[in-house]
């Protein structure tokens, strides 16, 4: 029934040709009779065997349900058949059901045009629950990871770094499991490849034989298949700086992890992250990033690590201004822990000030925050749970929901996330499209 039930909805663009084969059936049929008939008029004697063969024993109604009934089976028994044959090796999942996947490619085009911007395990966690909702989503990925193997890539190929790239790649990949695996392999000490990713290399690969880090890209998103677009935030090779509150900076993304640890919320070592900015400060947006922020119905911002991932992209002043011209609905969503030397002993209120703060206005419409507080905490638990803290300012809607993976209380689950957002997003549609037809509806109808 649920196959069946998959055929019925309007725009999948098979009952047409259904109705047209079996259009095309019937003029044959039709054709057949007329031969029949010319050929009967004539006075022939046909063999015994015939007489038996046509049902002349029954009456041309009995005979005409029946061949019609036969005729309905070997069509559908001949159809089913032809798709095992000759369509089913072609399909990605073995045991596949045509009329599923088409039916899914279909309900995927349909969805809401979704913008993620962030990077990292946040962003790639997200996109993951989002990508069985919408294929029209797009994540906006920082380039300003300069540690570990992207960071050795970097500086000796001359690249962007692809490590948050390669992440967001897997999440949307529609390959074989093993092929995500591979992507996320990273070689072992002892290697002259030590700490290298497969993804990466091939990131770099494709980037050597493309001629540029965004045409590899998106070539190596086209061999992999995967739903929706991955984008840069811009093709400028930026550093991230950060100025501490004590008015020391630190230079470089990698070198402002974890140094500021805290011990039973006490923070120790390094003083908090004040601010950030990034050299160049005029790095200019990559285009086709900035027209998917302005042609988007909703843009999702976070979770990930607040300095170095989420800010980086919106201190691409081109970024920033297109979010800022979008009327997509924007949504921030908080982290559900804190992070041992970003954000120590921080409140969703202070995540949202702190980006308030660096672009100097008010940009969310709403924030999604986690209300399942217990979650089982890992064994390298440094952290402590992002809680509400305090009342928010004006004008922003707060959509608390269970968002957090249960056995992991630092990640989001990507279902839960993705469904929250779903839900958002419909419910903000429909009070605005509630509000336009009041606002142009006349006075009897308001």
């Given at each position: 029934?649920?196959?069946?039930?998959h055929?019925l909805?309007?725009?999948?663009?098979?009952?047409?040709?259904?109705?047209?084969?079996?259009?095309?059936?019937v003029?044959?049929?039709?054709s057949?009779?007329?031969?029949?008939?010319a050929?009967y008029?004539?006075?022939?004697?046909?063999?015994?065997?015939?007489?038996?063969?046509?049902?002349?024993?029954?009456?041309?109604?009995?005979?005409?349900?029946?061949?019609?009934?036969l005729?309905?089976?070997?069509?559908?028994?001949a159809?089913?058949?032809?798709?095992?044959?000759?369509?089913?090796?072609l399909?990605?999942h073995?045991?596949?059901?045509?009329?599923?996947?088409?039916?899914?490619?279909?309900?995927?085009?349909?969805?809401?045009?979704?913008?993620?911007?962030?990077?990292?395990?946040?962003?790639?966690?997200?996109?993951?629950?989002?990508?069985?909702y919408?294929?029209?989503?797009?994540?906006?990925?920082?380039?300003?990871?300069?540690?570990g193997?992207?960071?050795?890539?970097?500086?000796?190929m001359?690249i962007?770094?692809?490590?948050?790239?390669r992440?967001?790649?897997?999440?949307?990949?529609?390959?074989?499991?093993?092929?995500?695996k591979?992507?996320?392999?990273?070689?072992?000490?002892?290697?002259?490849?030590e700490?290298?990713s497969?993804?990466?290399?091939?990131?770099?690969?494709m980037?050597?034989i493309?001629?540029?880090?965004?045409?590899g890209?998106?070539?190596?998103?086209r061999v992999?298949?995967?739903?929706?677009?991955?984008?840069?935030?811009?093709?400028?090779?930026?550093?991230l700086?950060?100025e501490?509150?004590?008015?020391?900076?630190?230079?470089?993304?990698?070198?402002?992890?974890?140094?500021?640890?805290?011990?039973?919320?006490?923070?120790?070592?390094?003083?908090?992250?004040?601010?950030?900015?990034?050299?160049?400060?005029?790095?200019?947006?990559?285009?086709?990033?900035?027209r998917?922020?302005?042609?988007?119905?909703?843009?999702?911002?976070?979770?990930?690590?607040?300095y170095?991932?989420?800010?980086?992209?919106?201190?691409?002043?081109?970024?920033?201004?297109?979010i800022?011209?979008?009327?997509?609905?924007?949504?921030?969503?908080c982290?559900v822990?804190?992070?041992?030397?970003?954000?120590?002993?921080?409140?969703?209120?202070?995540?949202?000030?702190a980006?308030?703060?660096?672009?100097?206005?008010?940009i969310f419409?709403?924030?999604i925050?986690?209300?399942h507080?217990?979650?089982?905490?890992?064994?390298?638990?440094?952290s402590?749970?992002?809680?509400?803290?305090?009342?928010?300012?004006?004008?922003?809607?707060?959509?608390?929901a269970?968002?957090?993976?249960?056995?992991?209380?630092?990640?989001?689950?990507p279902?839960?996330?993705a469904?929250t957002?779903?839900?958002?997003?419909?419910?903000h549609?429909?009070r605005?499209?509630?509000?336009?037809?009041?606002?142009t509806s006349?006075?009897?109808?308001?």
């Amino acid at each position: 029934m649920t196959h069946l039930s998959h055929w019925l909805p309007l725009g999948m663009r098979i009952k047409r040709w259904i109705a047209l084969l079996i259009l095309g059936i019937v003029l044959l049929c039709l054709s057949a009779d007329y031969f029949l008939r010319a050929l009967y008029s004539v006075d022939i004697r046909f063999p015994v065997w015939v007489w038996y063969l046509t049902l002349q024993s029954l009456s041309r109604e009995m005979r005409g349900a029946l061949f019609f009934v036969l005729g309905v089976v070997l069509i559908v028994v001949a159809l089913l058949r032809l798709n095992r044959s000759l369509i089913a090796p072609l399909l990605p999942h073995r045991g596949a059901q045509v009329i599923d996947i088409i039916y899914h490619q279909r309900r995927l085009r349909r969805g809401p045009k979704i913008v993620a911007i962030g990077g990292g395990t946040g962003l790639s966690v997200m996109l993951t629950g989002l990508k069985a909702y919408t294929g029209n989503l797009t994540g906006i990925v920082t380039v300003a990871d300069d540690g570990g193997s992207s960071g050795i890539l970097r500086r000796e190929m001359g690249i962007l770094p692809p490590g948050d790239f390669r992440q967001c790649l897997a999440a949307l990949a529609e390959v074989e499991p093993l092929m995500t695996k591979l992507l996320r392999y990273r070689f072992h000490e002892g290697s002259s490849l030590e700490g290298h990713s497969l993804g990466n290399l091939m990131m770099a690969a494709m980037t050597e034989i493309s001629g540029s880090f965004e045409v590899g890209l998106r070539e190596l998103g086209r061999v992999l298949a995967i739903t929706g677009e991955i984008l840069p935030s811009t093709l400028d090779s930026i550093v991230l700086v950060a100025e501490l509150r004590d008015k020391s900076y630190v230079i470089g993304e990698s070198n402002m992890h974890e140094d500021h640890a805290s011990v039973s919320g006490v923070p120790t070592g390094r003083a908090p992250i004040e601010r950030v900015f990034i050299k160049p400060a005029q790095a200019a947006g990559y285009p086709e990033a900035v027209r998917a922020i302005l042609d988007a119905d909703m843009i999702v911002v976070g979770p990930g690590s607040l300095y170095t991932s989420i800010l980086p992209n919106l201190l691409v002043k081109d970024i920033l201004c297109a979010i800022c011209a979008s009327a997509a609905y924007k949504v921030f969503v908080c982290n559900v822990a804190t992070e041992p030397g970003e954000t120590d002993s921080y409140h969703v209120k202070d995540f949202l000030a702190a980006v308030e703060r660096h672009v100097d206005r008010y940009i969310f419409d709403a924030a999604i925050i986690n209300t399942h507080l217990s979650a089982a905490r890992p064994a390298y638990w440094r952290s402590e749970v992002v809680t509400d803290g305090s009342a928010f300012r004006d004008g922003i809607e707060v959509i608390a929901a269970d968002v957090v993976d249960d056995n992991n209380a630092v990640r989001h689950d990507p279902a839960k996330l993705a469904r929250t957002l779903l839900r958002a997003w419909a419910e903000h549609s429909r009070r605005t499209n509630h509000f336009s037809l009041r606002k142009t509806s006349p006075p009897h109808l308001a």
